[in-house]
């Protein structure tokens, strides 16, 4: 029986298959303009499959993404909380896969733990999409990609800055940055950093990372600056963070270094004061929403990936 592809880690796929899935996400999204946002696509490819949508973590954008993004797609959706399951009580993640792939096409999880995503798709047979993890979030950084190329970015020329906390979206863009070639300048304080073992990883395949901890430094010149919140869901030192990590706001004065046709990119939600200015994410050099935006249309390419061969 031929396996399924999960889509679990940037990492773990190939670049000319990211390739593809962005190529697809930017044809997709042209194929339907002017059209209603619940009519389906002309070609409908997956009428009469369905996708779980499973949430461990509450979310806004994966989950209405996700669900439209299927029904764009032709199919149908079906959403659940852990605590709506059993497997938020005593079943087992192994158990859980076998039940879910009789009676759906494809799982979407997104979980607290990275295990979790991992072991539901070892004894899945359907692919399995890693809607978030605490250690990653490849499908965010597609639309990310997806709406700087839209941007008329070439990846392989730009300079990404990240600033703040070396959280699971920083990681993934660890990640691609060894699949699309574009150079990953690291800001955070030392006690924030993503892990040597994965920075290692991604430069052995090739990435160019920077690590450098005054964010003014790491912002001069860069194309892109990019922001997350510093304190995420589970955190359970919100003041300490706070304090850490308020230096590494992205201001005004961090966005000039950059320069006036650099673009900001924040995966939302947002705290405006927080780890960016609200004169920055709401100024003319946020692309914020069209990055939610195409959270719809990466994920339909991710699924047609999954789902197709």
């Given at each position: ?45 997956f009428?009469?499959?369905?996708l ?35 497997i938020?009580r ?14 759906v ?80 300048r ?18 052995n395949?090739?990435a ?10 790491a ?46 990119l ?28 195409n959270r ?14």
């Amino acid at each position: 029986m031929t396996q399924p592809k999960h889509f679990l880690s940037l990492a773990d796929i190939p670049a000319s298959e990211l390739r593809s899935i962005l190529d697809e996400a930017h044809r997709r999204k042209k194929a339907r303009a002017g059209l209603p946002k619940g009519v389906a696509d002309i070609d409908a490819p997956f009428l009469g499959e369905t996708l779980a949508l499973i949430f461990e973590k509450s979310s806004t954008r994966t989950r209405f993404s996700f669900d439209m993004a299927m029904r764009q797609l032709g199919g149908a959706s079906i959403t659940a909380s852990s605590n709506n399951m059993q497997i938020g009580r005593s079943e087992t993640i192994e158990d859980t896969a076998r039940v879910l792939s009789l009676f759906v096409d494809g799982i979407m999880l997104r979980a607290n733990s990275h295990k979790t995503v991992v072991e539901l798709a070892r004894n899945s047979s359907v692919p399995v999409i890693n809607g978030l993890t605490d250690y990653n979030h490849p499908c965010q950084i597609m639309a990310d990609l997806q709406t700087l190329e839209e941007k008329g970015g070439q990846l392989s020329d730009m300079t990404l800055t990240w600033v703040g906390d070396g959280n699971n979206v920083a990681v993934s863009f660890i990640n691609a940055a060894a699949k699309f070639g574009y150079r990953l300048r690291l800001s955070t304080p030392s006690a924030y950093a993503v892990s040597g073992q994965t920075i290692s990883a991604a430069r052995n395949a090739g990435a160019k990372i920077d690590l450098e901890t005054d964010p003014l430094k790491a912002c001069d010149g860069a194309d892109v600056v990019i922001a997350d919140t510093f304190v995420s869901m589970g955190d359970k030192d919100a003041e300490q963070r706070l304090t850490d990590l308020m230096p590494y706001q992205v201001t005004d004065a961090l966005m000039e270094k950059a320069g006036p046709d650099a673009l900001f990119l924040h995966c939302l939600p947002a705290h405006r004061g927080e780890e960016v200015a609200a004169s920055v994410i709401d100024g003319p050099q946020s692309v914020v929403f069209d990055e939610a935006e195409n959270r719809l249309h990466a994920q339909k390419a991710i699924i047609t990936w999954c789902l197709t061969g």
